[in-house]
């Protein structure tokens, strides 16, 4: 209801006309047009805002890969012309986004679901296009009334959880239309496939293409919850998935191999699944949570970090048989690194509400001796008290 509200007041904002498509970057008849250079420069802010909010995802070796990837996707002379840029936000939802000056932003969600590097350049080849091929000043031409479009967003928004909220309060109207509202069916069916042409010419293997977006389908409907992003729209996911399935058996047989870059991929992400599922955990997405961390078992399964994580997502979910898994992950944990606090505050927390209370209060007096400068020591030590008196 909330997702079918917002695209009624958004398209209530909009023009009833089209703008006539511009030429892309790669056109000879190319040239900035006056309102673009404005653009840029509301765009710069924009993104200066964000770099400055505390929601990036601060990993200069993860940065430095992202951005190898993207340059691979584009040649020189598109680069001199718009200087891509990538970076990751913290953020679980399931979205991508790229200012027409090239800042492109990935979120933690849907780098945490996919597997492999040609899944990664699917989607900066698809948010470079947008970029490239001008579709965001072609938008903004088309919204009659910026200002109240913008605060439509934000009101509608704002009061959603995941994240969503504190992202759509620091976005302007140029990053709304980039991240929130995405693009007419045409231009958002022209990057797939524009992007998915710069994939193949980067060596890539585009049968991996459709696989980013059968993902993300399967893991929404597996959820039952809708995105307010683009990537989240189920009728349109699927559409995109027919578009590219349809495009690689009519590319002949340079559309049917390539890289896949699956392990390179893992080596450098592979950190930021953790991360990602506290993140869904914060914000009580439990299932989500549970299946990242999964994934990221998959990839170490001798991290004691994972295991407590898991051991949190029981406790706090509180269903049938979750107390039990809870303590089973949090000794797991203990298993791995004896030495790591945070396990034993769990347990310490499962045994104070089941009034256990000398178990009780012997984790929360381990946890407190590993970690004497613990930011909750306080907290723990007043649960202390209770178990003693």
Same mark, same amino acid.
């Given at each position: 209801?909330?997702?079918?509200?917002?695209?009624?007041?958004?398209?209530?904002?909009?023009?009833?006309?089209?703008?006539?498509?511009?030429?892309?970057?790669?056109?000879?008849?190319?040239?900035?047009?006056?309102?673009?250079?404005?653009?840029?420069?509301?765009?710069?802010?924009?993104?200066?805002?964000?770099? #400055?909010?505390?929601?990036?995802?601060?990993?200069?070796?993860? !940065?430095?890969?992202?951005?190898?990837?993207?340059?691979?996707?584009?040649?020189?002379?598109?680069?001199?012309?718009?200087?891509?840029?990538?970076?990751?936000?913290?953020?679980?939802?399931?979205?991508?986004?790229?200012?027409?000056?090239?800042? $492109?932003?990935?979120?933690?969600?849907?780098?945490?679901?996919?597997?492999?590097?040609?899944?990664?350049?699917?989607?900066?080849?698809?948010?470079?296009?947008?970029?490239?091929?001008?579709?965001?000043?072609?938008?903004?031409?088309?919204?009659?009334?910026?200002?109240?479009?913008?605060?439509?967003?934000?009101?509608?928004?704002?009061?959603?959880?995941?994240?969503?909220? =504190?992202?759509?309060?620091?976005?302007?109207?140029?990053?709304?239309?980039?991240?929130?509202?995405?693009?007419?069916?045409?231009?958002?069916? @022209?990057?797939?496939?524009?992007?998915?042409?710069? $994939? $193949?010419?980067?060596?890539?293997?585009?049968? @991996?293409?459709?696989?980013?977006?059968? %993902?993300?389908? !399967?893991?929404? !409907?597996?959820? =039952?919850? @809708?995105?307010?992003?683009?990537?989240?729209? %189920?009728?349109?996911?699927?559409?995109?998935?027919?578009?590219?399935?349809?495009?690689?058996?009519?590319?002949?047989?340079?559309?049917?191999?390539?890289?896949?870059?699956?392990?390179?991929?893992?080596? #450098?992400?592979?950190?930021?699944?953790?991360?990602?599922?506290?993140?869904?955990?914060?914000?009580?997405?439990?299932?989500?949570?549970? #299946?990242?961390?999964?994934?990221?078992?998959?990839?170490?399964?001798?991290?004691?970090?994972?295991?407590?994580?898991?051991?949190?997502?029981?406790?706090?979910?509180?269903?049938?048989? =979750?107390?039990?898994?809870?303590?089973?992950?949090?000794?797991?944990?203990?298993?791995?690194?004896?030495?790591?606090? @945070?396990?034993? #505050?769990?347990?310490?927390?499962?045994?104070?509400?089941?009034?256990?209370? !000398?178990?009780?209060?012997?984790?929360?007096?381990?946890?407190?001796?590993?970690?004497?400068?613990?930011?909750?020591?306080?907290? $723990?030590?007043?649960?202390?008290?209770?178990?003693?008196?």
């Amino acid at each position: 209801m909330k997702k079918t509200a917002l695209l009624f007041l958004l398209f209530s904002v909009f023009l009833g006309c089209a703008t006539a498509n511009l030429p892309p970057v790669t056109s000879q008849d190319f040239y900035w047009e006056e309102d673009e250079r404005r653009l840029w420069l509301r765009s710069e802010e924009e993104e200066a805002a964000i770099n #400055k909010s505390g929601l990036i995802y601060e990993d200069p070796e993860l !940065e430095a890969y992202l951005n190898e990837v993207a340059r691979k996707l584009q040649p020189a002379d598109i680069l001199d012309k718009i200087p891509f840029s990538v970076k990751v936000i913290k953020n679980p939802m399931l979205n991508a986004f790229a200012f027409p000056n090239g800042a $492109v932003y990935v979120h933690t969600g849907i780098l945490a679901k996919m597997d492999n590097e040609a899944q990664l350049a699917t989607l900066l080849a698809h948010e470079m296009t947008h970029a490239t091929h001008r579709h965001t000043v072609e938008q903004v031409r088309n919204i009659k009334n910026m200002t109240a479009f913008l605060a439509v967003v934000q009101v509608s928004l704002g009061g959603l959880g995941g994240g969503v909220g =504190d992202l759509a309060t620091l976005l302007g109207s140029i990053g709304t239309v980039a991240a929130v509202t995405g693009y007419s069916k045409e231009k958002e069916t @022209e990057a797939d496939m524009v992007g998915l042409a710069l $994939v $193949v010419k980067a060596g890539y293997d585009p049968r @991996e293409s459709p696989k980013l977006f059968l %993902h993300l389908k !399967e893991f929404l !409907e597996e959820e =039952d919850i @809708e995105e307010p992003f683009f990537f989240g729209t %189920h009728p349109r996911l699927q559409e995109r998935i027919d578009n590219y399935e349809a495009f690689i058996r009519k590319g002949g047989p340079g559309y049917q191999g390539g890289i896949k870059g699956q392990e390179r991929f893992i080596q #450098k992400t592979s950190h930021l699944i953790c991360l990602n599922a506290c993140l869904d955990l914060k914000a009580g997405r439990f299932g989500f949570a549970e #299946k990242g961390v999964k994934k990221y078992v998959g990839i170490k399964p001798d991290d004691p970090e994972a295991y407590y994580l898991l051991g949190e997502i029981c406790r706090q979910r509180g269903e049938e048989g =979750d107390i039990e898994k809870a303590k089973e992950h949090y000794h797991k944990a203990i298993a791995f690194a004896s030495d790591y606090p @945070e396990p034993h #505050k769990g347990l310490g927390l499962i045994h104070y509400r089941q009034g256990e209370k !000398e178990l009780s209060k012997k984790h929360f007096q381990t946890y407190l001796s590993l970690d004497p400068q613990a930011y909750d020591a306080l907290y $723990v030590q007043e649960f202390l008290k209770h178990c003693s008196e």
